[in-house]
């Protein structure tokens, strides 16, 4: 969400909250046709594709001529209602046309055919490119480590020797560390194999690359200067405690690289994910204190703009002017135009026409969440900000309140269509939470901004300016926290496209009908008794585990991590995934303090690369390990966390049992050493059963085929008989019939990973399954997984991809 002060200061409007009907000019909306009908045709032909979009802008044109000639015929005479409108129709057609132009104009150079015929190939190519933007860690396809790096193309060498020279843009998905502290601006060469973009985007190709980048020269001084003070920030940062020593750099440069797991998940909860982002908000609160500044001075109006412009590119260049940044510092610099202008009412216009140059200039964010958030929460501001605002005021709520009461409110109900399309949740704590906030940003901001600028010259200063904003910051990180613990904090709601455009035409109705004073009331009666109602409901009802769940397979990606219930903040995990903060977060959402029993079942990194987020705040009492120790470098890592931690490290052997209170494992497998399989590691997994509240639950790791036949061999029929089965090695093809067979279960759970390279999980083997009756579901499009014990036999809940966990 993007936030940023109320500009102006005009004549007390018909506010919504009031009877009374003010005789005031209608908002401006002359541009916002213009706009709307750029937007919308950048988003379709992003998906459509060049022919139909040429098709349609064609069309347009036609239509927009004969209505601009028409109205032309028609000047001078009566019903100017009608030119108007007409007017507004010329608007749109213009719209579409420019919107339609530009955006052909760019698949085109997109759709290069050297470049897609290579990229069809998966062909192995040299690659120089120029980086757009910081590169960020993703959550792994089949890989730990990965970083994301959007770039830009400039020349490609194929495998023949052949150089094509394009410029466009490439997403570059690395493993190497030397990828990570690379600037935007970088110039550089890279080999690896291109692959087929997802679509969608402007992305003419991907790049896969497992070596580390050739670098050509530095970037510019503008990078290297944002480079200089957001380590010095880091460095200013490093001695303040985990959580607002980490959260600090988000909220002024958007440095999320210190943020611990537990604080991320708590904003994207309460709705505050947008303090961690370079928005509007962050250019208001720097402009704003210029602007006082000024004020305070006397300074003209004339110089108070030029020193607020100042302060505007100075931000722009200390978090880095990415193509993200540059949208903020547009959003953010609207209020200033409308000041230069001495018309407040001139900001609405002003926000229109930004979008459309956006839109024109690049029309990939036509289809970025983040601008539609930014733009929506802009104009939530100019258009009912000011209007609940004065309203307030009349009811005497003292100015300040009311504003800090208003802007919150606007920013997150126009937003709230958006958030609740992609997050499939209509959050309740979001504007109480985002309220409460408001004291704290501007001061943390502020003196964040400060401690970067005076690190180079001043570390200690620096350093104290730091341990200042840490207060606002960690007021933030209570509200977080906090604000995850109430019930009922959030309502499931239709996702998607359907969902967003649902509550978008609520919202409009609800703002529509609540101007009569009758309908406001009884708005307000059915809304508490609405909340009043369902919160028992919500009490009752556990949300997040369900009630009687027996066993969680955790969304980490393409990695194993499972979850048996113990007792109250006490579970049994066998695996740790392939990163700390995925299985970390799934543990903190069960609401896991305690953890009486890890078991490994082997070492691959999609299975323990992950261990240290088991032992985050939380108490390991034993750690259980397979006999075999391939590969070495798993086997240290698991050591060195037990070691850390103060856990017993065990082996164990087939046929032995650990019982854990509720929770009663039987390990069935390896029945015995198993050599040249086809993966040795794999082959010698830990298999067990598990038995929680009756519930039988098979969980063989990455056990294949091999392991799989030597244990039919050695093992009874009814001891592989099992009510829900993990998936084997992420549903992979290589799976004895046989010993599917043997288990016969109801429930198949796979943890794997989106868009893994491996092809798992294999379709025929999901298809065998589904064919005999099981119920197949994935964490790669389900979310986190969990079978429930109910009064009815066995039943699952999927929790659901979060936003921004596809990758």
């Known amino acids: 969400m993007n936030r940023s002060p109320v500009t102006g200061n005009p004549s007390p409007p018909d506010d919504g909250l009031s009877g009374a009907q003010h005789q005031t000019p209608p908002p401006d909306l002359r541009l916002a046709g213009l706009a709307v009908a750029a937007w919308l045709t950048a988003l379709a032909g992003l998906h459509l594709g060049t022919r139909s979009l040429l098709l349609v802008a064609a069309l347009m044109t036609i239509l927009t001529a004969c209505n601009a000639l028409h109205l032309l015929g028609r000047l001078g005479r009566p019903r100017a209602a009608a030119r108007r409108y007409g007017w507004i129709a010329v608007a749109v057609g213009l719209g579409v046309v420019c919107a339609g132009a530009a955006t052909a104009a760019q698949l085109a150079i997109r759709d290069t055919p050297p470049i897609r015929a290579l990229a069809e190939q998966r062909a192995l190519v040299t690659a120089e490119v120029v980086v757009r933007d910081d590169p960020r860690p ?16 400039v020349r490609l060498t194929d495998p023949d020797g052949r150089r094509i020279h394009a410029s466009v843009r490439l997403l570059v998905l690395a493993t190497d560390p030397a990828w990570r502290g ?13 692959d087929v973009p997802r679509g ?11 070596g580390p980048p050739q670098r050509h020269g530095e970037s510019s001084w503008a990078q290297r200067a944002a480079g200089t003070l957001r380590a010095g920030l880091q460095r200013a940062c490093a001695p303040l405690p985990d959580d607002p020593g980490g ?51 006397r300074a003209g109006p004339w110089l108070a703009v030029g020193l607020c412009a100042g302060a505007l590119v100075g931000f722009v260049i200390l978090v880095r002017p990415s193509p993200s ?22 900001a609405l216009p002003a926000l229109a026409a930004a979008v459309t140059v956006l839109i024109l200039v690049d029309p990939e964010l036509a289809g970025d969440p983040g601008f539609a958030l930014s733009v929506l929460a802009t104009g939530g501001l100019l258009l009912l900000a000011p209007r609940w605002r004065d309203g307030l ?37 979001a504007v109480p939470a985002n309220l409460l906030a408001v004291p704290a940003i501007a001061p943390a901001t502020v003196l964040g901004v ?21 207060w606002p910051a960690w007021w933030l990180v209570v509200i977080a926290r906090q604000g995850t613990r109430l019930p009922g904090g959030t309502l499931p709601w239709p996702g998607g496209v359907p969902g967003a455009l649902l509550l978008a035409v609520l919202t409009v109705a609800l703002l529509v009908a609540v101007r009569r004073p009758v309908v406001r009331r009884l708005v307000a009666v059915v809304g508490v008794a609405a909340v009043l109602g369902a919160l028992p409901v919500r009490l009752a009802s556990s949300g997040w585990p369900p009630r009687g769940w027996v066993v969680v397979a955790c969304a980490v990606g393409q990695g194993d991590a499972l979850v048996l219930p113990v007792g109250a903040g006490r579970a049994v995990v066998v695996d740790a995934g392939p990163e700390p903060s995925a299985v970390d977060g799934c543990l903190r959402r069960l609401g896991v303090r305690e953890v009486p029993l890890l078991v490994i079942s082997h070492f691959h990194a999609d299975h323990v690369a992950g261990v240290a987020g088991v032992f985050r705040g939380r108490r390991v009492g034993a750690v259980l390990v397979p006999s075999s120790t391939d590969p070495e470098s798993g086997r240290d890592l698991v050591r060195a966390a037990a070691t850390a931690g103060r856990a017993a490290l065990l082996t164990t052997v087939a046929g032995a049992r650990h019982p854990i209170g509720g929770v009663d494992l039987l390990v069935l497998g390896p029945p015995y050493p198993l050599a040249g399989t086809r993966s040795d590691p794999n082959n010698n997994s830990l298999v067990l059963r598990a038995t929680v509240g009756g519930v039988r639950i098979l969980l063989p790791g990455d056990a294949e085929t091999e392991e799989q036949h030597a244990l039919l061999t050695r093992t009874t029929p009814d001891q592989l008989r099992a009510d829900v089965l993990k998936l084997a090695h992420h549903g992979s093809a290589y799976q004895d019939p046989s010993f599917l067979d043997a288990v016969r279960p109801a429930v198949a759970l796979v943890p794997v990973g989106s868009g893994n390279t491996y092809g798992h999980p294999n379709p025929g083997l999901l298809a065998r399954l ?14 986190d997984l969990a079978a429930i014990r109910t009064g009815g036999g066995l039943a699952v809940v999927r929790r659901g991809i979060p936003p921004g966990r596809q990758s």
Do not use: K
């Open 325 to 346: 940044v540059v949208r903020a510092a547009t959003m953010g610099a609207i209020g200033l135009a409308a000041l230069a202008a001495g018309r407040p009412r001139a």
């Open 247 to 297: 959260l600090l750099p988000g909220l002024v440069v958007g440095d999320t690289s210190r943020l611990p797991p537990a604080v991320e998940e708590d904003f994207q909860a309460t709705g505050m994910t947008h303090l961690n982002a370079v928005s509007g908000s962050n250019v208001a609160i720097v402009v704003g204190a210029v602007l006082l500044l000024a004020r305070w001075s």
């Open 393 to 429: 005021r009349r009811r005497g709520v003292p100015p300040g309140l009311a504003e800090a009461l208003a802007v919150p409110a606007a920013a997150q109900l126009a937003c709230g269509p958006v958030v609740a399309g992609i997050s499939g949740t209509v959050s309740l704590v």
């Open 182 to 194: 690379l600037l935007p601006g970088q110039r550089l060469t890279a080999d690896g194999r291109l």
């Open 450 to 470: 400060l401690a970067a600028v005076v690190s180079p010259i001043w570390p200690g200063g620096a350093e104290f300016l730091a341990w200042l904003a840490s």
């Open 138 to 153: 993703i959550r792994s396809a089949g890989r730990t480590g990965m970083l994301l790096v959007p770039s830009e193309l």
């Open 200 to 210: 969608g985007d402007l992305t003419a190709a991907v790049l896969s690359t497992n």
């Open 770 to 783: 589904s064919r005999g009756g099981t119920r197949v579901l994935r964490t790669d499009t389900d979310g």
